[in-house]
């Protein structure tokens, strides 16, 4: 069966920084994702990493402060997220796309965490 298990959301203050983790089981995936979704809004992009890590890629509005990386011997995504803004308060979602996929399609997703930024 496969999971996608987010951690590390929580209630700060704007300016600090977060790490969040997505732990996945039950297979291994070619890109993975990070993806927000803030009350009232439609849920959207906000970083991606290829297998190898040697690609990433960023929303504009995160690019910059955010950085998304990879574990693949632990199975697990990360997005460090720096210089919080109130604007960042969303549910943070991960994303995993199987391989063999020529066009991008995340196939899984998580439940998501709550990231709350406060002024």
């Known amino acids: 069966q496969v999971q996608l298990v987010e951690s590390g959301g929580g209630l700060v203050q704007a300016g600090v920084s977060l790490r969040l983790s997505c732990a996945a089981s039950g297979r291994t995936f070619s890109r993975m994702g990070w993806f927000r979704q803030a009350p009232g809004k439609e849920r959207e992009f906000v970083a991606a990493?290829?297998?190898?890590?040697?690609?990433?890629y960023y929303s504009d509005s995160v690019k910059g402060r955010f950085t998304i990386s990879r574990d693949n011997a632990k199975n697990t995504v990360y997005l460090q997220m720096n210089s919080l803004k109130p604007e960042d308060t969303a549910v943070y979602y991960c994303a995993a796309q199987k391989f063999g996929r020529s066009d991008i399609h995340y196939d899984y997703w998580g439940q998501g965490t709550q990231v709350t930024v406060f002024s």
């Open positions: 990493i290829t297998w190898s890590a040697a690609n990433t």
